[in-house]
């Protein structure tokens, strides 16, 4: 039986494109997302290669994580990777009255990728060992002055992701942390200045690549993020407010 990934969020953009990619690379697939009608088209898709088990799921709805990955992991038979990829991001002001958008973006991007972690813990735990990824950002390096409730819960993922890897490494789960920079997928296409940009499918080769290395945390691309991530912190507070607006 083979090996097989948990995507949460496998409709669109980077999810869709890494089950596309593990496809190829010979896993099976437990695909999740809201809207299931992209995923039966992408089940018929990937159909030839090896099993493809699809299922409806909003990850803001905590109690039914544990439920539907419980059930994709029990019809596959071997789950090796769970990643947490489901996410929004929406422009935001503090005192705009939008205070709805930013608690969705945390429900979301936080709380929902936290249970599926927790979730996909549980599934390893029972298994003795596994992995799990967790889609976060380079956004979450610093504080973006357009999407500041979307770099915030990037950078709480990154920080909880980073926690918990020393308990989980004691049951042979290990933990990564994927920071992209800007892939091509509908999350920006309304920005004008998406620097560095590369497709979702380049994306989720490179992602594929480090995530069966069992990288701890990378950007994505590596380079020039990997030098970005570094350098934003040492630039001043004045500078770095008119760059990101
Ligand atoms: N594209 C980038 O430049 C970039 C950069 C850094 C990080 N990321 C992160 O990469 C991840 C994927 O984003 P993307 O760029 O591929 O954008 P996308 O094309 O908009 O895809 C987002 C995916 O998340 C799913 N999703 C959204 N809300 C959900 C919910 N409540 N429950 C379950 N699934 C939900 C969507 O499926 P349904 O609508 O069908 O539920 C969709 O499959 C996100 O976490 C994003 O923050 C993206």
Same mark, same amino acid.
């Given at each position: 039986? +083979? @090996?097989?990934?948990?995507?949460?969020?496998?409709?669109?953009?980077?999810?869709?494109?890494?089950?596309? @990619?593990?496809?190829?690379?010979?896993?099976?697939?437990?695909?999740?997302?809201?809207?299931?009608?992209?995923?039966?088209?992408?089940?018929?898709?990937?159909?030839?290669?090896?099993?493809?088990? /699809?299922?409806?799921?909003?990850?803001?709805?905590?109690?039914?994580?544990?439920?539907?990955?419980?059930?994709?992991?029990?019809?596959?038979?071997?789950?090796?990777?769970?990643?947490?990829?489901?996410?929004?991001?929406?422009?935001?002001?503090?005192?705009?009255?939008?205070?709805?958008?930013?608690?969705?973006?945390?429900?979301?991007?936080?709380?929902?990728?936290?249970?599926?972690?927790?979730?996909?813990?549980?599934?390893?735990?029972?298994?003795?060992?596994?992995?799990?990824?967790? /889609?976060?950002? =380079?956004?979450?390096?610093?504080?973006?002055?357009?999407?500041?409730?979307?770099?915030?819960?990037?950078?709480?993922?990154?920080?909880?992701?980073?926690?918990?890897?020393?308990?989980?490494?004691?049951?042979?789960?290990?933990?990564?942390?994927?920071? +992209?920079?800007?892939? !091509?997928?509908?999350?920006?296409?309304?920005?004008?200045?998406?620097?560095?940009?590369?497709?979702?499918?380049?994306?989720?080769?490179?992602?594929? !690549?480090?995530?069966?290395?069992?990288?701890?945390?990378?950007? =994505? +691309?590596?380079? +020039?993020?990997?030098?970005?991530?570094?350098?934003?912190?040492?630039?001043?507070?004045?500078?770095?407010?008119?760059?990101?607006?």
């Amino acid at each position: 039986m +083979p @090996e097989s990934v948990l995507i949460t969020g496998a409709s669109s953009g980077i999810g869709r494109a890494l089950a596309v @990619e593990f496809s190829q690379r010979g896993y099976g697939l437990g695909l999740c997302a809201r809207r299931l009608e992209l995923l039966v088209k992408l089940q018929d898709e990937l159909s030839g290669n090896n099993s493809v088990e /699809i299922a409806a799921l909003d990850v803001g709805k905590y109690d039914d994580v544990r439920e539907v990955l419980f059930n994709l992991a029990e019809k596959l038979g071997s789950t090796k990777i769970v990643i947490a990829n489901a996410g929004i991001g929406e422009r935001s002001l503090p005192g705009e009255g939008t205070f709805h958008l930013d608690r969705r973006i945390i429900e979301i991007n936080l709380l929902g990728a936290m249970a599926t972690i927790d979730a996909g813990a549980e599934i390893m735990k029972k298994q003795r060992g596994g992995q799990i990824v967790g /889609i976060s950002s =380079v956004a979450g390096f610093r504080g973006l002055s357009n999407i500041p409730a979307y770099s915030a819960s990037k950078s709480a993922l990154s920080t909880y992701m980073e926690g918990i890897r020393y308990h989980l490494t004691q049951h042979n789960i290990a933990v990564t942390v994927i920071n +992209p920079g800007f892939i !091509d997928t509908a999350i920006n296409s309304n920005r004008k200045f998406r620097p560095f940009l590369i497709s979702a499918e380049k994306s989720a080769q490179l992602m594929a !690549d480090m995530i069966e290395k069992k990288v701890l945390s990378s950007t =994505v +691309p590596l380079w +020039p993020w990997a030098l970005v991530s570094g350098a934003v912190r040492f630039i001043p507070e004045r500078l770095w407010c008119k760059f990101n607006t």
